[in-house]
């Protein structure tokens, strides 16, 4: 059995992780995704001074949102931001970025 990528996936979400407790409840966010991407924008301008930031559209996920990010053009890494503290979760365990391939699930 496979077990939970360690992180935002088992601490933040809402629906599967920890605090599942709030699973089939209604909840509203507190942060959009405008302002998780400023926050993470702030975040990697205060860790990567002086880099040219471009941040990926964000994912939504139960509780957070996650986006990939690039530094002076090239994929760097990614970080999630908890839709409710704005709280940022720096993925660093990833290592450096190598590729990223997109599978059709549906076909």
Do not use: C
Not at 47 to 53: A, E, L, Q, T, Y
């Amino acid at each position: 059995m496979k077990k939970p990528e360690p992180g935002p996936n088992m601490m933040w979400n809402l629906e599967y992780g920890m605090h599942a407790i709030w699973a089939g409840e209604e909840y509203t966010p507190s942060i959009g995704e405008a302002q998780a991407i400023g926050i993470a924008e702030d975040y990697l301008k205060y860790k990567f001074p002086g880099r040219d930031i471009e941040i990926e559209e964000p994912v939504a996920f139960y509780g957070y949102y996650t986006m990939d990010f690039k530094l002076d053009g090239e994929m760097y890494g990614m970080l999630s931001v908890n839709a409710f503290t704005g709280n940022v979760w720096y993925h660093s365990w990833h290592g450096n970025f190598l590729s990223e391939v997109e599978m059709d699930l549906e076909g």
